[in-house]
């Protein structure tokens, strides 16, 4: 059917509204990013600024001791570390359960559920007891206390996605390889993972992005610069009665830029592992 | 054998705290000692009769209501406004994947700007249009948070549930759908005979799965107000979190903190059946 003209001009025109709200806050704070506190504070607000400022982000990735990039970029540093590392130790976990699940059938299937249950559960109730665990193994304020503590974010997840992937690949190979005596290690080594490389691509974008995001445990566990993450670094400047919003939004977009390219790869895995559950709304 | 690290590590991360949460709120453990004399029920009794747990209950409550509503709603207008034939609705759909890719904690911080009393481009675009006469501070006033902060969530999570949608509408017969039009059915009849019981499923999945992530939001809340003002903005997860860690009772804070765990408890059999409804068939 052939919808109206103006019915069809309508429709665009609600797109474009949608397209430039969901811009909005982005675009908002990129501008107060390269806006100066007299041009932001002048009313009426110009909504064009006449010249780029680019001093947040020149302060920002400054490598001078003490100084505001050398805070940024160690937060950066101790995100990195954080999240490839649990991402590492959950992956070596994950996968063989992930497989195990997979190609065994029945038994264990209450298990995994059990297993997907737990990283749904509000961290606040696991968290008193956790903070009392790093610290009696003195890992409080320390990466690897966190990388640890976030593992039982990444490894619920991990598992559930990967197992979903590995249910998708066909069983005739790996059936021939043991046939022809080869261990289940083996055949999973060599045989299930070359053909689940792009899942397990997807599962570590994936639990990349969650870590990037992660803050309860961060605020909580640390409480200095050695091992604050950017999100603690971002939620301390932002709710402290700072001034200077321009290196905070700079601070932010720099913050935002790796998840938001992650997100664009992972578009069409996205909507499917959301359809088969267990990723993260 | 190859599911028993995973089975390990969530036993250790995730089964023993649990487990010490149940036991720590059975007593008056403090922080800083973290063993206190067993009192039973004593716990949540108070918590049952403290107006701050009453108050915080009833602000969850709400804030997921409200969001969850605006978000199943607005989602699924824009799933249906993006699956019309539009020009340029590769980028229409595309840009979706933003805001569900930036850092709560940015996303915060971006709304905290766009709502700021003094320069924010909310007060900025109102009173440019005419709708408001002077600068309001709308995360300032105890009237106005937690909606604002509903509001930012909005933003963040309604993409998410447009995209599962759009893609549940792939699934939406043409055929029936013209029948039904050369039949006289009205565009709301068509919706809700044809269309609606096709997206029912994975929009009941994204529902609950937004109202697992509602129910223990703390880091959108914590970046923007803290709570504040006047404990307007006081979900459950900030009143354990001062419960525990700001006024050291960690027995009571426990308790406070099941009692977020039991609402999601609910919520999470009814996704964890979803999915295998989803995978039985």
Redesign the interface.
């Given at each position: 059917?052939k919808?109206p003209l103006y019915l069809r001009i309508l429709?665009?025109l609600?797109?474009i509204l949608?397209?430039i709200?969901?811009?909005?806050?982005?675009v908002?704070?990129l501008?107060?990013s390269i806006s100066t506190t007299e041009h932001?504070?002048t009313?009426?607000?110009e909504?064009i600024p006449d010249h780029l400022d680019l001093s947040n982000y020149r302060q920002l990735l400054s490598l001078a001791d003490n100084s505001r990039g050398d805070l940024f970029l160690g937060a950066l540093q101790n995100t990195m570390i954080v999240a490839f590392g649990a991402t590492a130790v959950s992956l070596?976990?994950?996968v063989?359960?992930a497989?195990?699940?997979s190609r065994i059938r029945g038994r264990?299937a209450s298990?995994l559920?059990v297993?997907?249950?737990?990283?749904?559960?509000?961290?606040?109730?696991?968290?008193?007891?956790?903070?009392?665990?790093l610290?009696a193994f003195d890992l409080l304020n320390t990466k690897l206390g966190l990388v640890?503590?976030d593992?039982?974010i990444v490894?619920?997840f991990m598992?559930w996605l990967l197992k979903s992937n590995f249910d998708n690949l066909p069983h005739e190979i790996e059936e021939a390889a043991f046939v022809d005596g080869a261990g289940?290690l083996a055949v999973l080594r060599k045989v299930t993972l070359p053909m689940a490389k792009p899942a397990l691509a997807t599962a570590i974008l994936f639990a990349i992005?969650l870590l990037?995001?992660e803050?309860?445990y961060a605020?909580?566990l640390t409480n200095d610069n050695r091992s604050q993450t950017l999100?603690v670094a971002?939620?301390n400047l932002?709710?402290g009665r700072v001034s200077d919003?321009g290196l905070?939004?700079a601070a932010?977009?720099l913050?935002?830029l790796p998840?938001?390219i992650?997100?664009?790869l992972?578009?069409r895995a996205?909507?499917?592992g959301?359809?088969q559950?267990?990723v993260?709304? | 054998?190859?599911?028993a690290?995973?089975?390990f590590?969530?036993l250790i991360?995730?089964?023993?705290?649990?487990l010490?949460?149940l036991w720590?709120s059975l007593t008056s453990a403090q922080?800083t000692q973290?063993t206190g004399p067993f009192v039973g029920l004593d716990n949540f009794v108070r918590a049952f009769h403290s107006p701050q747990v009453r108050e915080a209950l009833q602000t969850t409550i709400i804030f997921v209501a409200i969001t969850v509503t605006a978000e199943v709603v607005l989602g699924v207008l824009?799933a249906l406004?993006?699956d019309?034939?539009?020009?340029g609705?590769n980028?229409?759909r595309?840009?979706?994947?933003?805001?569900?890719?930036?850092?709560?904690?940015?996303?915060?911080?971006?709304?905290?700007?766009?709502y700021?009393p003094?320069?924010g481009?909310l007060n900025?675009l109102l009173?440019?249009i005419g709708l408001i006469d002077s600068y309001q501070s709308w995360i300032g006033s105890p009237s106005t948070a937690l909606y604002a902060i509903a509001v930012a969530d909005v933003?963040k999570?309604v993409?998410?549930v447009a995209?599962?949608t759009?893609?549940a509408l792939q699934g939406v017969s043409r055929e029936l759908l013209?029948a039904a039009?050369i039949d006289g059915a009205s565009a709301w009849a068509r919706f809700r005979v044809v269309t609606l019981p096709a997206i029912l499923g994975?929009l009941t999945?994204?529902a609950v799965?937004?109202t697992?992530?509602g129910?223990?939001v703390?880091?959108l809340i914590?970046?923007m107000t803290?709570g504040g003002p006047v404990n307007s903005t006081k979900t459950?997860?900030i009143q354990?979190?001062q419960e525990?860690?700001a006024n050291f009772r960690?027995g009571s804070?426990?308790a406070q903190?099941?009692l977020?765990?039991l609402v999601?408890m609910i919520m999470?059999?009814v996704?964890?059946a979803?999915?295998?409804r989803?995978a039985s068939q």
């Open positions: 059917m919808q429709l665009h609600a797109a949608v397209a709200v969901t811009l909005a806050p982005i908002w704070l501008l107060v932001l504070t009313l009426p607000f909504w070596c976990v994950s063989p359960a497989w195990a699940f264990h298990l559920y297993v997907v249950a737990t990283y749904m559960l509000p961290p606040v109730a696991l968290i008193v007891p956790l903070f009392a665990l610290n640890l503590v593992c039982s490894m619920p598992t289940m992005l990037w995001d803050f309860f605020f909580i999100t971002i939620a932002a709710s919003y905070l939004s932010g977009l913050t935002a998840p938001l992650i997100g664009v992972l578009q996205l909507v499917s959301l359809a559950g267990g993260k709304g | 054998m190859m599911i690290p995973l089975a590590g969530v991360i995730i089964g023993w705290p649990f010490d949460t720590l922080l973290y824009i406004l993006l019309q034939p539009l020009y609705r980028v229409f595309a840009l979706l994947i933003l805001p569900w890719a930036l850092p709560t904690v940015v996303n915060a911080m971006s709304w905290r700007l766009i700021n003094d320069f481009g900025a009173t440019q933003w999570t993409p998410l995209m599962i759009l893609a013209e039009r994975p999945v994204a799965l937004r697992i992530e129910v223990k703390f880091d914590w970046v803290r459950m997860s354990v979190y525990a860690f960690a804070g426990a903190g099941l977020i765990v999601s999470i059999n996704y964890i979803l999915l295998r989803q």
